[in-house]
């Protein structure tokens, strides 16, 4: 059997966060189901509007921006002795 105080001891913006997630699953579900044809012709578009986005929110694993690491004498930047 459920526990009943397992739904209350949620606080109220996790509880309200649920449910638009609910909605947003139920409009983009009908939204597919209904327009079937608008939203596999708008696939491309979205598509080309995903590539800058992932340019954008995804270069920051690439250390640009990072100048505050201190160099060593290991680091990539540093240019090693010939001998």
Known sequence: ?????????????????????????????????????HTLGALPFLVFLACPLMHLFMHGGHGHGHHDAPEGPGSPSTPTPKS
């Open 1 to 37: 059997m459920a526990d009943p105080t397992f739904f209350s001891s949620w606080s109220p913006r996790r509880r309200s966060r649920w449910v638009l997630y609910g909605f947003l699953l139920v409009a983009a579900f009908y939204l597919l189901l209904e327009h079937t044809a």
